[in-house]
């Protein structure tokens, strides 16, 4: 705690009201209240120095109603739709009502210090116990009881309790049945949260430098809440859809040969895969933008004979440029003076791979810039997506393995700061360069950025991937855990070492992780240098099989998998989401982690254990159908059956699922679009479609496909809603109802947008299903089934 909370003033000395903020001035503090819609609420505390510019907050603050302020004597009362918010000038009360419930919830501020050296705050929880988000973190899921560091490290190996790691989102989530809200404390330097841990009704709050940046972001439900954090740091832009489908890395495939042989492996043992990634050794003496001429003299014939095979190129790209004065990346940085120096005016200097390197500084624009020009040459050799590694920073040579403190930024608006006040976003800052550049390298495509370090806000720039990660089931386990919390701190776009990058995985852990793997967004194999073959038959024919067929199963679904992504993209929710995003009201949907929501319709509930074939699963309220064979079930506990190769799957009942048949990758489009629709008396289901790789869906060029199932007087029919004007490369839709007699045929008419009927007959049906295919086209307007 700092030293010195403020002294409650008798009244207020001097309140200001501006159009779109409040400021309090007392002594020499300043605070400063603001809205943001739909109903965020932030308090900026400061002293001499005002605040920097936030590096994750995109959205500016409204106008704050007049009417939803009142001042009595000594304190400012703020009335919103979710609640009342009451200040003075030592305590804050936040009161509100989640979810319109009776019973207001609250989150106090105890007390508040602004000094240079510490900012910290006390927050008053009242009884809550469930916490969630907060980024990158490990054990434990729920986040009260804790205390944990943001910091960005590189730590390899790390355990399942190891705090704190590559990224930082300072963005805690309460959720419990009674409501929730969001407290994101945006500020870069080292900061703590304790979580109850010292006091078990307090979060204690405290960070290095700066200025205390509390949002108190409100909404009616935790998914509420996720969305206005979303709205108020940004959301995922549609990746191209190549990279969501399976990526194969490891440190490292060289030379070309190696390359070229893995994919013509691919292609032969029918095993889908979209992306091959070059780890470090393809760059000549870990040179930023150069290839080794011994391992890869041809890189642009070798890109054009994958492309040509439907595989894409990801390459490494670490911040640090080798210090090298015949080196062309060197020479130009320096010219530009984008490099960053210490207070002493000297360049910094860190060592890591190349040796002895100089940092660009990518807090500037210039330098973002910059590095967005030097993308150029290996675009233009044809490499499709670039991984930001290394980029806490680390570096070898001291002891805190990242830049000392006396390394200077200069920011975009001029000023000076130091490292220690803005560590938190430099990883952050150059996947922005990085992704910034290929936009106007190439504006007409989408690019695809990965990046290891993070702060609140990265999701508007990159994917991100859970660092260096262990080959074990508890990381497994972990791993899930991870994307969860990743997810509801407002980063969809989540993955993990399949495996587990140190250690050399044995086949059920390594088919195990592939099985989790084909719901998480990012689905990439990658090791370290000295682990075991890891590609998806290295194990031997029978796992080859089982692994080929989990693969199989993300191209099936990626119809789902994309418009999962889409959603994301327009509302800032996960993609894989915790079951109390969408069971709210459901008391065990919180203490739930080894089961995940995927999209809309998925309850996935995968085996992280080893030696089992099976595991129990809670099922929310309503009835579920197993995805495999269409068996019901209520809600509750069961055992199910998940053999390797199996993971359990539910789908909740009338909902419509979109699969398409398997292609060898993302380049080969799918012929035939498969709905299935798990009856009820009504289901429905949407799906999206674009080109999945330009920008055009942004001026209209996308589909969006509502299906609807309505059983009514013995008759059924399904009816098509079309949104948008592009045609998907589908030619056939399959349709599969499920619970239908055995024998049956059935009469199909087909009714399109003119009028016009055509007639179809169905197989009798064999196993309970009833199945038919028709043409596809935007036209379809209505199926009745007699
Ligand atoms: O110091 O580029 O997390 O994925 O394979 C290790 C080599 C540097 C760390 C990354 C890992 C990558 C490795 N890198």
């Known amino acids: 705690m700092g030293n010195n909370p403020m002294e409650r003033p008798e009244k207020f000395p001097g309140i200001k009201h501006n159009e779109k903020s409040i400021i309090f001035t007392y002594q020499n503090k300043t605070v400063k209240l603001e809205l943001f819609a739909p109903q965020t609420i932030h308090l900026s505390i400061y002293g001499k120095e005002p605040p920097r510019k936030s590096f994750a907050v995109i959205e500016s603050p409204m106008v704050i109603p007049e009417e939803a302020v009142k001042e009595n004597d000594g304190e400012v009362v703020l009335k919103l739709h979710t609640g009342t918010f009451t200040f003075n000038y030592n305590n804050a009360t936040f009161l509100f009502n989640p979810s319109g419930k009776n019973n207001p919830q609250s989150l106090s501020m105890e007390s508040m210090s602004v000094e240079d050296t510490s900012i910290s705050a006390l927050f008053g929880i009242h009884g809550a116990r469930n916490f969630y988000g907060l980024g990158e973190k490990t054990l434990p899921y729920n986040k009260y009881g804790t205390s944990c560091v943001m910091w960005n490290s590189d730590f390899p190996a790390y355990s399942v309790y190891h705090d704190p790691l590559y990224e930082s989102i300072p963005f805690l989530l309460k959720a419990d049945t009674h409501g929730a809200y969001g407290l994101f404390m945006d500020n870069p330097s080292r900061s703590t949260f304790d979580i109850g841990k010292s006091n078990p009704d307090i979060i204690k709050y405290q960070a290095d430098a700066g200025t205390l940046e509390i949002y108190l972001v409100t909404g009616n439900s935790p998914a509420g809440v996720i969305e206005a954090f979303a709205n108020l740091t940004g959301k995922m832009p549609m990746p191209p859809i190549w990279a969501l489908g399976y990526q194969q890395s490891r440190w490292s495939y060289y030379p070309e040969e190696r390359v070229l042989k893995l994919a013509k492996d691919f292609r032969e043992k029918n095993i889908p895969c979209d992306v091959i990634y070059l780890d470090i050794d393809y760059m000549n003496g870990y040179r930023c933008f150069t290839w080794s001429p011994e391992n890869f003299p041809r890189?642009?014939?070798?890109?054009?004979?994958?492309?040509?095979?439907?595989?894409?190129?990801?390459?490494?790209?670490?911040?640090?440029?080798?210090?090298?004065?015949?080196?062309?990346?060197?020479?130009?940085?320096?010219?530009?003076?984008?490099?960053?120096?210490?207070?002493?005016?000297?360049?910094?200097?860190?060592?890591?791979?190349?040796?002895?390197?100089?940092?660009?500084?990518?807090?500037?624009?210039?330098?973002?810039?910059?590095?967005?020009?030097?993308?150029?040459?290996?675009?233009?050799?044809?490499?499709?997506?670039?991984?930001?590694?290394?980029?806490?920073?680390?570096?070898?040579?001291?002891?805190?393995?990242?830049?000392?403190?006396?390394?200077?930024?200069?920011?975009?608006?001029?000023?000076?700061?130091?490292?220690?006040?803005?560590?938190?976003?430099?990883?952050?800052?150059?996947?922005?360069?990085?992704?910034?550049?290929?936009?106007?390298?190439?504006?007409?495509?989408?690019?695809?950025?990965?990046?290891?370090?993070?702060?609140?806000?990265?999701?508007?720039?990159?994917?991100?991937?859970?660092?260096?990660?262990?080959?074990?089931?508890?990381?497994?386990?972990?791993?899930?855990?991870?994307?969860?919390?990743?997810?509801?701190?407002?980063?969809?776009?989540?993955?993990?070492?399949?495996?587990?990058?140190?250690?050399?995985?044995?086949?059920?852990?390594?088919?195990?992780?592939?099985?989790?793997?084909?719901?998480?967004?990012?689905?990439?194999?990658?090791?370290?240098?000295?682990?075991?073959?890891?590609?998806?038959?290295?194990?031997?024919?029978?796992?080859?099989?089982?692994?080929?067929?989990?693969?199989?199963?993300?191209?099936?679904?990626?119809?789902?998998?994309?418009?999962?992504?889409?959603?994301?993209?327009?509302?800032?929710?996960?993609?894989?989401?915790?079951?109390?995003?969408?069971?709210?009201?459901?008391?065990?949907?919180?203490?739930?982690?080894?089961?995940?929501?995927?999209?809309?319709?998925?309850?996935?509930?995968?085996?992280?254990?080893?030696?089992?074939?099976?595991?129990?699963?809670?099922?929310?309220?309503?009835?579920?159908?197993?995805?495999?064979?269409?068996?019901?079930?209520?809600?509750?506990?069961?055992?199910?059956?998940?053999?390797?190769?199996?993971?359990?799957?539910?789908?909740?009942?009338?909902?419509?699922?979109?699969?398409?048949?398997?292609?060898?990758?993302?380049?080969?489009?799918?012929?035939?679009?498969?709905?299935?629709?798990?009856?009820?008396?009504?289901?429905?289901?949407?799906?999206?479609?674009?080109?999945?790789?330009?920008?055009?869906?942004?001026?209209?060029?996308?589909?969006?496909?509502?299906?609807?199932?309505?059983?009514?007087?013995g008759s059924e029919n399904i009816v098509f809603e079309f949104d948008g004007k592009y045609h998907p490369h589908y030619k056939i839709i399959k349709f599969r109802l499920l619970k239908e007699g055995k024998g049956v045929t059935r009469e199909i008419f087909l009714t399109d947008r003119f009028g016009k009927v055509s007639h179809y007959t169905t197989k009798p049906g064999q196993t309970g299903t009833l199945e038919f295919a028709i043409p596809f086209s935007l036209s379809i307007k209505k199926i009745s089934i007699k």
């Open 299 to 713: 890189p642009k014939e070798m890109l054009d004979k994958l492309h040509a095979d439907g595989f894409k190129v990801v390459t490494i790209i670490d911040p640090g440029i080798k210090k090298d004065s015949s080196y062309g990346v060197y020479k130009s940085g320096m010219k530009e003076g984008i490099f960053l120096r210490k207070k002493d005016g000297h360049f910094y200097v860190g060592q890591v791979w190349p040796g002895d390197c100089v940092f660009p500084d990518f807090l500037n624009e210039k330098t973002r810039d910059w590095w967005g020009r030097e993308y150029g040459a290996l675009v233009r050799d044809g490499v499709d997506g670039f991984w930001n590694d290394m980029n806490e920073p680390s570096v070898f040579n001291n002891q805190k393995k990242t830049f000392p403190p006396d390394v200077v930024h200069k920011l975009d608006d001029g000023s000076l700061v130091s490292h220690n006040e803005v560590h938190n976003v430099y990883g952050m800052e150059m996947a922005r360069g990085t992704r910034e550049g290929l936009g106007r390298l190439e504006p007409e495509k989408r690019p695809f950025v990965l990046t290891r370090a993070n702060y609140a806000g990265g999701q508007r720039f990159s994917a991100m991937w859970t660092g260096d990660n262990f080959a074990s089931f508890a990381h497994l386990k972990l791993a899930l855990e991870m994307y969860l919390n990743i997810g509801v701190s407002g980063q969809p776009f989540v993955g993990s070492d399949v495996g587990g990058f140190v250690g050399s995985p044995g086949p059920e852990l390594f088919t195990r992780w592939l099985e989790l793997g084909v719901f998480t967004p990012l689905f990439r194999t990658h090791s370290v240098i000295d682990s075991k073959p890891r590609e998806p038959w290295a194990f031997g024919e029978e796992y080859e099989h089982i692994n080929r067929q989990i693969i199989e199963r993300r191209y099936m679904l990626l119809p789902e998998i994309y418009t999962a992504f889409h959603n994301s993209s327009q509302t800032g929710l996960p993609i894989i989401m915790p079951l109390y995003l969408s069971f709210p009201e459901d008391n065990k949907a919180y203490d739930i982690s080894d089961e995940f929501i995927f999209g809309s319709k998925f309850l996935v509930a995968p085996v992280l254990d080893s030696g089992v074939t099976s595991r129990s699963v809670y099922l929310p309220d309503g009835k579920w159908f197993n995805f495999y064979d269409g068996k019901t079930f209520n809600s509750g506990w069961h055992v199910v059956n998940a053999p390797l190769g199996m993971t359990p799957i539910f789908v909740k009942e009338g909902s419509i699922v979109f699969e398409q048949n398997v292609v060898p990758s993302t380049a080969t489009p799918s012929d035939t679009l498969i709905v299935s629709i798990f009856k009820s008396d009504s289901s429905e289901g949407s799906v999206y479609f674009d080109d999945g790789k330009s920008t055009s869906y942004r001026s209209g060029e996308f589909t969006s496909m509502l299906v609807k199932y309505r059983l009514a007087d």
